[in-house]
């Protein structure tokens, strides 16, 4: 079984910055895409930002030039530094990866618990 832990949500003023990280661990062969997504109350959950193993970044608009995305292959951890927080932002971060568990089997995403972010006006 593979697992995702995320950490670093928190409270923070508006402005301020905050670092999440996740980490996967178990059974991994390979992890392809790693990424971010968040859900505000009400609201679907949305894309922040996402990285491929070889270092290719998406971001959404609504993040671009604030939030960056990053990635330790050898630690299996993706990272999310979140500057210039804006009360927008608040709401629960996912973390999300692609994993292959054996070679020739198939790819299956998975899902971390969720960290909360709250940032106050």
């Known amino acids: 079984q593979v697992q995702l832990v995320e950490s670093g949500g928190g409270l923070v003023q508006a402005g301020g910055s905050l670092r999440l990280s996740c980490a996967a661990s178990?059974?991994?062969?390979?992890?392809?895409?790693m990424g971010w997504y968040r859900q505000a109350p009400g609201k679907q959950r949305e894309l922040v930002a996402n990285?491929?193993?070889?270092?290719?970044?998406k971001y959404a608009d609504s993040v671009e030039g604030r939030f960056t995305i990053s990635r330790d292959n050898a630690k299996n951890t993706v990272y999310l530094q979140m500057d210039s927080l804006k009360p927008e932002d608040t709401g629960v971060y996912y973390c999300k990866a692609e994993v292959l568990n054996v070679p020739g089997s198939s790819w299956y995403d998975i899902w971390g618990q969720g960290t909360q972010v709250t940032v106050s006006s």
């Open positions: 178990g059974s991994i062969f390979s992890i392809s895409v």
């Open positions: 990285i491929t193993e070889i270092g290719y970044i």
